[in-house]
């Protein structure tokens, strides 16, 4: 679901717009799923403030690596960062320390990250770029994982943490549209309604899925399983997409992934 609504944002004409709709079907959904659910403890309300902050930062550096950079370049980057960040952020944040064999997974996730870096017969400048971008998002990934993961144990009930953020997520985009778009959303919905719809859903669904693992487990592991989708991403970016897929980045993809299931195999 993650390497699907990547793929719809990387190619829509309208990135921003195509954010905007993602995260508004979030809230459009909240609006009729809040009075399901508990409203947050006051010290849960801290997370989520900062929570929806470090989305609307990490959309808006999705949207500009895409801008500059391949699917199946971009992708594997950003996510294939994003474990090895949990995993000092959980430790220092919530005392997740991985095992050895835990340390060799990352190990070997950050080699397959490092060579997607480097695509033979790309000129620098055009590099540099994209994987700056992709490593800040995968940052921002890292940080707002570690902090849902608190959120959503501090909330007590799971259900009650994903719906809030999955409301209130979606308002400073939907917000500033309104302010400063709003003569191209009509347009933009005529031409491509069906895939922002396709992405908001299935993003909304997949993270949904994720927030509810991080009530139940390790951080680390929840989000170095999640980036399995870097294959789904890469065959996307392939098949759909016609970006080149090499051998170095099969080769890098697969690595990867060897190495988020080996961390994720870990106690």
Known sequence: MHAAWNAIVKTSGDRFLTATCNLGTGTFLGVF????????????????????????????????????GDLSHVYPVARGSAPLLVTVLAAVAAGEVPSVTGVAAITMMSLGVASL?????????????????????????????????????AAGSPWSYI????????????????????????????????????????????????????????????????????????????????????IKRAAAAAVIAIGVVLLQATP
Not at 130 to 148: E, K, N, R, S
Not at 226 to 241: D, Q
Request: hydrophobic fraction near 55%; glycine fraction near 8%; charge should be positive.
């Open 163 to 246: 719906v809030w953020l999955t409301f209130l997520e979606g308002i400073p985009f939907l917000a500033w549209t309104a302010l400063r778009r709003r003569r191209h959303v009509a347009p933009f919905l005529r031409r491509e309604w069906k895939q922002a719809l396709t992405a908001g859903l299935l993003s909304k669904l997949g993270y949904g899925l994720v927030l509810y693992a991080l009530a139940q487990g390790a951080m680390a592991h929840v989000s170095a399983l999640r980036e399995t989708s870097v294959l789904f991403a890469a065959l996307i970016g392939a098949a759909m997409l016609k970006e080149p897929f090499g």
């Open 117 to 153: 870096s480097f695509d033979r017969g790309s000129a620098r400048e055009y590099r540099t770029g994209p994987v700056m971008l992709a490593l800040a998002t995968g940052f921002l990934i890292a940080v707002y994982t570690v902090i849902d993961g608190l959120g959503i144990r």
């Open 33 to 68: 799923l809040l009075p399901l659910v508990p409203v947050p403890s006051a010290e849960v309300w801290p997370y989520l403030i900062v929570s929806v902050a470090v989305h609307c930062a990490y959309y808006l550096f999705l949207i500009g690596a895409y801008r500059f």
